[in-house]
């Protein structure tokens, strides 16, 4: 799984950052031994470039926001099994930093997660200095668990010059998971008239998600159809759901 996530404090007109992290995701299983990880900072930028490295805790809203605590505060929080080093570095232009990171074993059997932070302090086009982040997810799987997943509360409706689909994904689980698939629209035959695909998205463990999907009117004449959201998130089988609507001439 992948995950692109640049988290940028401060103002409208800032620069996108000029440096770079990978992994954005780290899954750790549930071992009775630490687990290691390395995080990649590259300097794209012309100059040295000044990291601070931190942890917090965090959750995500049905509309994908994220939510930000310290770390610690969440019941589900790995803040207390992570070490890293180093906490602070200075990258030269164009070169690589390494951050190691560590998750040592935790009591009990549930899934804990939390956010490594990598910031550098920049200058917003008005000369304000701000800071840039990216997190990097980390997990602590349970060691009894697997990806669940379900669609519920499809809905489809003509708006303007598209048909808007939405549609919860719920993850009853203790993994996260990370669906992707498409929305097919088919007629009333169950043949396929058009199909718009749905990118990944997050979901942690007893969360969900709601996610909503334009199929332009202009693929479709006027009509009764079904569509059809069909996600994979890991399983073994595919997570779906159909709901009808009319396109009036």
């Known amino acids: 799984m992948a995950l692109a996530g640049l988290l940028a404090l401060g103002t409208p007109g800032v620069a996108p950052a000029q440096f770079a992290v990978n992994p954005v995701i780290v899954q750790v299983a549930a071992s009775d031994e630490a687990a290691d990880a390395l995080i990649r900072i590259d300097n794209e930028s ?3 470039m000044q990291f601070r490295v931190y942890v917090m805790d965090f959750d995500q809203y049905v509309d994908g926001d994220h939510a930000f605590e310290e770390p610690g505060a969440s019941p589900r929080s790995c803040a207390a099994r992570v070490d890293f ?3 602070a570095l200075m990258v030269p232009a164009g070169q690589r930093g390494l951050v190691q990171v560590r998750l040592r074993p935790g009591p009990g059997s549930s899934t804990c997660w939390s956010m490594v932070f990598v910031e550098t302090p920049s200058i917003s086009a008005t000369g304000v200095r701000i800071n840039q982040r990216i997190g990097v997810k980390l997990y602590g799987l349970s060691s009894n668990a697997g990806p669940e997943g379900t669609l519920t509360h499809a809905e489809a409706q003509s708006v303007g010059d598209s048909v808007d689909v939405s549609f919860r994904f719920s993850n009853p689980g203790d993994w996260p998971v990370r669906p992707e698939g498409a929305v097919e629209i ?9 199909t718009v695909p749905v990118p990944s998205f997050s979901v942690l463990p007893l969360r969900e998600r709601l996610v909503r999907v334009a199929i332009p009117a202009a693929d479709l004449v006027s009509g009764r159809y079904l569509a059809v959201p069909i996600l994979d998130f890991g399983a073994e089988f595919l997570a779906g759901a159909q709901v009808d609507f ?4």
């Not at 088919?186 to 058009?194: E, I, K």
């Open 85 to 87: 080093a180093p906490s």
């Open 186 to 194: 088919r007629d009333l035959t169950g043949a396929v008239v058009t």
């Open 46 to 48: 012309d100059g040295p």
């Open 246 to 249: 009319r396109l009036a001439d």
